[in-house]
């Protein structure tokens, strides 16, 4: 239900879970102006507010409500940014107490009653977040994954707003202060399209109070942001980048241009696509670069229906490099040559039907689900279409896909060869 | 069939001791898509040293062996079991730790094949040199990953000084060297000596029927011959005097520390009471250090730790330890402190009865989300420290401790405990 223009409530009852799961998503263009603003303001967010002045008194207030949980996060979608407070409480049927009202109440002194004086944030508050923050982003180096993941993911987008990470980066953080920080702040409250979700067992008398409560909250009208889907033109050449590493493990990752998009008619074919390709342990990539040839401990593909991006990964040895990127080459070209079994379309089949059922087990994913549902509503396939689509998927279907694969960006992240 | 009832996390439990001595766990959850069976066999990374089945010599194997088992078990003559488990649409893996090792698969489709596949592949072992060769390049692998890992680095580097010379300070994988000296006899040998059904665990969890499941668990049993119930013949767990302090440099952007304080005190004989002890020193430490303390909220202001500092307390029949870790520009500082505080913990501002009833209803709360999660629910069925007490029994145990007991046990620890630090220094 709409609270007010771009201000949106979503009810979900569910049964078997034992907590109330409460999602409240800010959601903007993706932008390198804000993107650090935003991660700021999300670690600011879950340390203190007006009434909870310490990050002691934060957390004794979630402890005392029965370990209630408040976390923000932030994360892309598309051309998208978002910035996400999840917050998790014990059923009230379980501890009688109002776990509910309390977990709105601290959403509210978070959303609308921040720790700030004349000039903006707190300044104790905000210089000690900031400098954490910046040790942080400094830190994310260490992972060599996550290094990995967003040098591909900088070679394939052309977009510097898309090539930026959604934690921001050092650079852009260093910039911010706290005035800025919070005359921005006013302005996303304002401006932002926002999706309040809560899921959990609810009686309907806590389904009333929950649409009365957040209704009462100060949030005005604004214009919702329609567009989420990102599409990038196919480049004619491969960007490519090799980066030496003090690693034991070399990481080698290829980013593949797709041109399907959430909900269209070959977004199950992509499903499957990608399941034979790389998405499951007896996929092409798994039983090849692993099994047959003892490359590499992991080998994998996953592929983002919201920007067009398809990433493989495999971990290696330096003085394997040549092997396994020619041998990972050559499982797109089967799938191009029609070098597909029966058995591994249904067994891709089968894996998907089962993850789409078990999935449903997730409070999460039941939350990501109904969002979808009304940021896309043409687009989002309810189950008897989910699965009829999955079911009518044929070996040629994936082929024809397959052709449209265009590799854009390859980076490896180059360690010691293990001497023999 | 014992059938456990406990209405305050309304849950309802199954379990039963098969003629083989296997124990089958049944936890019916009918609102769930999802069911999920966990086949756990009472072997470690740290079992290296035993004397196999049928043999009379204590022998010792190279590091690393039950985690290659582990991998080995899923090749089959006539393919691999992930594959046959794809086959009937569900999802498979397994892990191995220092105590134990599990297989797994989740499916909401073909419950009855799936859970006698469990039974099935494990239980039929198929190993050559030639395969087992094959496998030593992708653990390798796997060895090398979490190599590059800092916090992996970090919590080996702690056991290194808490248990030096011990299977507790080896990576549970082994390294490139001890794997490639791993032969098919070796894990026909372990093999024989672990996977013997008296020291295994079923747990099975999902929307099925308990009757004509535990029928089909009966059957499949029944179907198949074992050696006779012995006791297995394990190496004492020993390990040298732990070092004091010790540092390596790391590619890291700030220093890291870990602390350590390793346990010499005899454990509590009765199941129920060592629950509570592992309980208590948890609190305890949760009282003086977490996030709700007055020492967190000062080191934290102070930019002495991050949002990465945590701490554990470890328990099992063989070892005991609590850890501290923290990313931090001040860790011979930050160790002091540390220590100090653990040590004067009694005289804490935070430790009281107000602060202990807030951790109370934390950890009650926590408790309940992690009912949540099926895997959670079956890994700590699993775990064979407390056999007369479950995982649903918590709240009871928890409702029931007092900051008189907590003293008890903290003094206890405490008093015979002896401190180690590890700190990983960036590469200048």
């Known amino acids: 239900m709409k609270i007010k223009n771009g201000v949106n409530l979503h009810i979900i009852k569910e049964k078997k879970f034992k907590t109330v799961q409460f999602l409240i998503r800010f959601r903007t263009k993706m932008s390198r102006d804000t993107v650090a603003k935003r991660v700021l303001i999300s670690n600011l967010w879950e340390t203190s507010n007006e009434q909870l002045p310490t990050s002691q008194q934060f957390q004794k207030k979630l402890s005392g409500m029965y370990g209630a949980s408040f976390a923000t996060s932030l994360s892309k979608k598309g051309d998208n940014h978002f910035l996400t407070i999840g917050m998790s409480v014990v059923n009230p049927k379980f501890v009688a107490s109002d776990t509910i009202t309390e977990a709105i109440t601290l959403i509210h002194q978070a959303l609308f009653r921040p720790l700030v004086d004349e000039y903006g944030f707190d300044e104790a508050t905000f ?121 034991n493990q070399s990481i080698l990752q290829l980013g593949y241009r797709h041109a399907v998009t959430f909900g269209d008619e070959n977004y199950l074919t992509m499903q499957v696509l990608n399941g034979i390709l790389g998405g499951f342990s007896h996929a092409k990539l798994f039983t090849t670069v692993r099994e047959k040839e003892s490359l590499a401990y992991y080998a994998n593909s996953r592929f983002d229906s919201f920007t067009g991006f398809l990433k493989i990964s495999a971990g290696i040895d330096a003085a394997d490099h040549d092997k396994a990127l020619k041998l990972i080459k050559s499982q797109v070209a089967a799938l191009v040559a029609g070098d597909i079994s029966d058995s591994e379309l249904n067994q891709t089949k089968n894996m998907l039907r089962n993850a789409y059922f078990i999935a449903l087990d997730s409070p999460t994913n039941l939350i990501e689900q109904a969002y979808i549902k009304t940021l896309l509503p043409d687009r989002y396939l309810a189950q008897a279409e989910w699965l009829q689509r999955l079911a009518d998927v044929t070996k040629e279907d994936v082929v024809k896909l397959a052709a449209t694969l265009t590799l854009q960006s390859v980076y490896f992240m180059e360690g010691d060869a293990l001497g023999d | 069939m014992e059938i456990k009832r406990y209405p305050q996390v309304g849950e309802v439990l199954y379990k039963e001791t098969l003629a083989n001595g296997l124990i089958v766990y049944y936890l019916p959850k009918p609102d769930f898509n999802k069911t999920y069976g966990l086949f756990t066999t009472n072997f470690g990374s740290l079992d290296t040293t035993f004397v196999p089945r049928g043999q009379t010599d204590m022998r010792t194997f190279p590091e690393g062996i039950a985690h290659f088992l582990e991998h080995k078990l899923f090749e089959k003559e006539d393919g691999d079991a992930m594959t046959f488990f794809s086959n009937l649409g569900a999802s498979s893996n397994a892990f191995t730790s220092f105590t134990r090792t599990s297989y797994l698969f989740s499916t909401r489709e073909n419950i009855d094949p799936n859970v006698a596949l469990l039974l099935d592949f494990v239980q039929d072992p198929y190993f050559t040199q030639a395969s087992v060769e094959k496998e030593q390049g992708i653990i390798t692998q796997e060895i090398q990953m979490y190599q590059d890992d800092a916090d992996f680095r970090l919590f080996f580097g702690l056991l290194q000084n808490l248990y030096p010379d011990s299977a507790l300070s080896s990576d549970i994988a082994g390294t490139p060297q001890s794997i490639r000296e791993i032969s098919a006899e070796d894990l026909y040998d372990n093999y024989r000596t672990f996977y013997h059904p008296a020291n295994m665990t079923l747990f099975l969890t999902g929307p099925f029927d308990v009757t004509s499941l535990s029928a089909l668990v009966h059957q499949n049993q029944a179907d198949k011959k074992f050696d006779t119930i012995s006791e297995i013949e394990r190496a004492p767990f020993v390990s040298g005097k732990q070092i004091r302090s010790n540092e390596i440099t790391f590619d890291v952007t700030i220093p890291k520390l870990a602390l350590g304080f390793r346990g010499y005190n005899k454990l509590p004989s009765d199941d129920a009471v060592r629950f509570e002890y592992k309980l208590a020193i948890q609190v305890m430490l949760t009282m003086i250090l977490g996030n709700t303390s007055s020492q967190y909220e000062t080191l934290y202001n102070q930019g002495l730790i991050d949002d990465s500092f945590g701490f554990d307390f470890e328990v099992t029949p063989h070892y005991q330890f609590a850890s501290m870790t923290s990313d931090t520009l001040y860790p011979t500082k930050l160790a002091k402190i540390l220590r100090e505080t653990l040590k004067s913990y009694k005289i804490e501002s935070d430790f009281n009865l107000a602060h202990l009833e807030i951790i109370k209803k934390e950890m009650l709360g926590d408790y309940y989300k992690a009912l949540n999660s099926l895997e959670f629910i079956a890994n700590q069925f699993s775990s064979n420290l407390f056999e007369g007490v479950t995982f649903f029994d918590f709240p009871t145990i928890l409702s029931d401790l007092t900051l008189e007991k907590i003293e008890h046990h903290a003094d206890h620890f405490i008093a015979e405990m002896i401190s180690t630090d590890f700190s990983m220094m960036p590469k200048i």
Do not use: H, W
């Open chain 1, 127 to 247: 210089d000690r977040e900031k400098k954490n923050l910046l040790q942080y982003l400094a830190s994310t180096r260490e992972d060599k994954a996550y290094v990995a993941a967003t040098k591909l993911t900088a070679l394939f987008f052309t977009d510097k707003d898309m090539a930026t990470p959604s934690i921001s980066t050092v650079d852009l953080l260093a910039k911010e202060t706290r005035e800025s920080v919070y005359e921005y702040y006013q302005k996303m409250l304002q401006t932002d399209t926002i999706d309040i979700s809560i899921l959990g067992d609810l009686t309907l008398s806590e389904e009333q109070a929950i649409i009365a409560q957040f209704s009462k909250l100060p949030f005005t009208d604004r214009v919702p942001l329609a567009n989420i889907l990102y599409k990038q033109d196919r480049a004619s050449i491969c960007q490519e980048a090799t980066e030496k590493e003090a690693v």
